[in-house]
């Protein structure tokens, strides 16, 4: 059963971190770069996110029973 928690989160997290390139590559986070010098908070969430999933799967499918 963890193997399959493990297994769902690292596919969860992987995509997170496709939406984390998809939305650092848009005009709005472009925009924000320049006059911040900053992503949005949205990238960095996504990033937060898939990079946090990914290493609790990856520890779930590693560590299942």
Known sequence: ???IVGIVLLVVGVILLYFSYEASQSLA???SE???NEPT??????L???VAAVIV?????IRGK
């Open 1 to 3: 059963m963890n193997r």
């Open 57 to 61: 799967g990856l520890y779930a499918v």
């Open 34 to 36: 320049v006059a911040t």
């Open 41 to 46: 908070d949205n990238t960095i969430w996504y």
């Open 29 to 31: 986070s472009s925009v």
């Open 48 to 50: 937060i996110g898939g």
